[in-house]
């Protein structure tokens, strides 16, 4: 196969080359859209002159590239996630999936590959009507959950234009990153009455407390940009109790690249702050998943 010249938009720490990398695709020019200095850094640090380095995707109409045969990126998903407000497309962050789409009209690529959350379907066929009408009959929608791939629950949306099967499940159990003797939880933030254990966020006399919620199976919860939403206790709870209640710690930066199945310290760069490495890997690719499907690209 001939080596590809690769657009990556949003394109975060690097990760849509680590993943081209394990499957022994080719890479030419490599050009890269971000605009979070930190996640620069990080790809800096690995990548570092390999890479050409484009700036905010809001001025891809001054961009003056070669033919792309392959665009890949993941646009922010905070209006269409279902932990967020609902706001979809009027959300300034997910609306730049617009200019993905424009990136796709302007440099017309071979391939390509959009990431984002599992949202409503209305919003998801906005998404897939747009993409056909530059790939007519040949835009292909996987919901792959990163839990076959490794100890994280994280369901994703993937388009394409060329087909791509589900990963078989690699049955990796959480007990591998964190220990056979230790459990995975999250801390949420609820308000409960005491003598009425359900859940009443509506009710605003109600104080919020922070709980921690044991998960029921082998995986963890899916990493996100903050920590909170990932911790390791040391007992098997049957349900929530408060914090204060109980002892727990968070997951260290390596195990939460083992859970993104990214290389341990991959994200650790001079300069950048623990709370920034949990940011820019709650917002990266899953490696695994992404090798996966970029395996079917001819």
């Known amino acids: 196969m001939r080596s590809l010249t690769v657009l990556s938009l949003f394109s975060g720490i690097g990760i849509a080359r680590l993943a081209l990398d394990h499957v022994g695709i080719s890479i030419g020019r490599y050009y890269s859209s971000e605009i979070d200095r930190y996640a620069i850094m990080i790809e800096d640090h690995h990548?570092?002159?390999?890479?050409?380095?484009?700036?905010d995707?809001?001025?891809?109409?001054?961009w003056n590239l070669p033919k792309i045969d392959l665009i890949v990126g993941g646009s922010p998903c905070q209006g269409f996630s279902y932990s967020g407000k609902g706001l979809n497309f009027n959300d300034p962050r997910s609306a730049l999936y617009f200019r993905f789409t424009e990136c796709i009209r302007q440099f017309k690529p071979t391939y390509f590959l959009l990431e984002n959350v599992v949202m409503k379907q209305e919003w998801r066929d906005v998404i897939t009507q747009g993409l056909e009408s530059f790939y007519p009959g040949d835009v292909y929608l996987s919901?792959?959950?990163?839990?076959?791939?490794?100890?994280?629950?994280?369901?994703?949306?993937?388009?394409?234009?060329?087909?791509?099967?589900?990963?078989?499940?690699?049955?990796?159990?959480i007990h591998s990153i964190i220990g056979k003797d230790k459990y995975p939880a999250a801390m949420r933030g609820r308000r409960i009455r005491?003598?009425?254990?359900?859940?009443q966020d509506n009710n605003r006399s109600i104080p919020i407390r922070q709980f921690i919620e044991p998960r029921?199976?082998?995986?963890?919860?899916?990493?996100?940009?903050?920590?909170?939403?990932?911790?390791?206790?040391?007992?098997?709870?049957?349900?929530?109790?408060?914090?204060s209640d109980i002892k727990?710690?968070?997951?260290?930066?390596?195990?939460?690249?083992?859970?993104?199945?990214?290389?341990?310290?991959?994200?650790?760069?001079?300069?950048?702050?623990?709370?920034?490495?949990q940011k820019l890997l709650g917002n990266a690719f899953t490696?695994?998943?992404?090798?996966?499907?970029?395996?079917?690209?001819?």
């Open 194 to 199: 005491d003598t009425y254990p359900v859940r």
């Open 47 to 55: 990548y570092g002159s390999r890479t050409h380095k484009l700036g």
């Open 216 to 243: 029921s199976n082998n995986k963890s919860n899916c990493v996100t940009t903050v920590a909170k939403d990932n911790v390791i206790i040391d007992v098997k709870l049957p349900g929530r109790v408060l914090a």
């Open 248 to 277: 727990y710690e968070y997951y260290t930066m390596e195990q939460t690249e083992q859970l993104q199945t990214i290389p341990v310290g991959w994200t650790k760069v001079h300069g950048v702050s623990e709370s920034q490495r």
């Open 287 to 298: 490696t695994d998943v992404l090798s996966h499907i970029f395996s079917f690209i001819k």
């Open 143 to 173: 919901t792959i959950n990163s839990d076959l791939v490794s100890a994280q629950s994280r369901p994703r949306n993937y388009w394409t234009n060329f087909p791509v099967t589900i990963p078989d499940d690699r049955n990796v159990c």
């Open 57 to 62: 995707i809001k001025n891809y109409r001054t």
